[in-house]
Nanobody, 125 residues
Framework: QVQLVESGGGLVQAGDSLRLSCAVS????????MGWFRQAPGKEREFVAA????????SYADSVKGRFTISRDNAKNTVYLQMNSLKPEDTALYYC??????????????????WGQGTQVTVSS
């Protein structure tokens, strides 16, 4: 059973930074594409960023490009999302997810196999 546990969310002001972490219990973590998604109240869950198993490939939503950075430490089975210059519109429940079937970067939410419970990020203006 693969488990994902997010942490690092909180309440911050616009312009501040946060780093989210997602710890994954799996012996094959380094083979997973890992993604971050978010869901704001009343909206659908949307793609934020993804990183390939080896870390060499990444992809970002246009809304976060240049402000957010996804990274991973395969020795620690952990993926991170560094969020800088936060805006009120970044407020959402942030989820990490794992995709085990593709050797690359996956942005399609429907392709992901395992999900965490989410961590709340709230940005005040």
């Amino acid at each position: 059973q693969v488990q994902l546990v997010e942490s690092g969310g909180g309440l911050v002001q616009a312009g501040d930074s946060l780093r989210l972490s997602c710890a994954v219990s799996s012996r094959t973590f380094s083979t997973y594409c890992m993604g971050w998604f978010r869901q704001a109240p009343g909206k659908e869950r949307e793609f934020v960023a993804a990183i390939s198993g080896g870390g060499g490939g990444t992809s970002y939503a246009d809304s976060v490009k240049g402000r957010f950075t996804i990274s991973r430490d395969n020795a620690k089975n952990t993926v991170y999302l560094q969020m800088n210059s936060l805006k009120p519109e970044d407020t959402a429940l942030y989820y990490c997810a794992a995709e085990e079937n593709t050797n690359g970067v996956v942005v399609d939410i429907r392709s992901y196999d395992y999900w965490g419970q989410g961590t709340q990020v709230t940005v005040s203006s």
